[in-house]
T-cell receptor, first 112, second 118 residues
Framework: DTGVSQNPRHKITKRGQNVTFRCDPI?????LYWYRQTLGQGPEFLTY????????KSRLLSDRFSAERPKGSFSTLEIQRTEQGDSAMYLC??????????FGPGTRLTVT | AQKITQTQPGMFVQEKEAVTLDCTYD???????LFWYKQPSSGEMIFLIY??????QNATEGRYSLNFQKARKSANLVISASQLGDSAMYFC???????????????FGKGTHLIIQP
């Protein structure tokens, strides 16, 4: 296993469209996290899963954001009715229990 | 609430010199972990080093060491013998260890842009 992978790496969409990003964690990791990073800032925590259970979602930015991890393996992050303010890098990380988190390369979203 | 402060937006350092990146944190929880990540221009966050709040000794990982001063709530990263490949953004982060829920997410500072000059 070579690490956390994310697809797509880049996404350009028009305002109002829905987008979905995928994250594949390191295989033995049971925890998966989503972060958003805007220009000049550190990553901002959005949500996380332990196995298939979503244990924190109050940090999701609005009800347009949702995440799933149906079988406790890969996860998807969906943004509905995208807005220009959603343009950012979306990062996924995984960990085994509460140990250090390993990040994927991110998906850069541009909303035009 | 947790807060991380990195007061150096950018630093220029000569190759082979040691460099210290500053990080101060604020939390009322006695159980927490402190992390440093490196983010090259490619965008991927690379884990460098970890320090637990109850660890008696400062953490070290190769050329990286963490100068942990608990009373001052500081967790500075020291890079010895800097190399050109060390040029990147560096982020300090923390999380609570036992609270669960949203506490499991990392809280990041704004980062320091380190440039190593030949």
């Amino acid at each position: 296993d070579t690490g956390v992978s994310q697809n797509p790496r880049h996404k350009i969409t028009k305002r109002g469209q829905n987008v979905t990003f995928r994250c594949d964690p390191i295989s033995e990791h049971n925890r998966l996290y989503w972060y958003r990073q805007t220009l000049g800032q550190g990553p901002e925590f959005l949500t996380y899963f332990q196995n298939e259970a979503q244990l924190e979602k109050s940090r999701l930015l609005s009800d347009r954001f949702s995440a799933e991890r149906p079988k406790g393996s890969f996860s998807t992050l969906e943004i509905q009715r995208t807005e220009q303010g959603d343009s950012a890098m979306y990062l996924c990380a995984s960990s085994f229990q509460t140990y250090e988190q390993y990040f994927g390369p991110g998906t850069r979203l541009t909303v035009t | 609430a947790q807060k991380i402060t990195q007061t150096q937006p950018g630093m220029f350092v000569q190759e082979k010199e040691a460099v210290t990146l500053d990080c101060t944190y604020d939390t009322s929880d006695p159980s927490y972990g402190l992390f440093w990540y490196k983010q090259p221009s490619s965008g991927e966050m690379i884990f460098l080093i970890y320090q637990g709040s109850y660890d008696q000794q400062n953490a070290t990982e190769g050329r990286y060491s963490l100068n942990f001063q608990k009373a001052r709530k500081s967790a500075n990263l020291v890079i010895s013998a800097s190399q050109l490949g060390d040029s990147a953004m560096y982020f300090c982060a923390m999380r609570h260890l036992y609270s669960g829920g949203g506490a499991d997410g990392l809280t990041f500072g704004k980062g320091t842009h380190l440039i190593i000059q030949p």
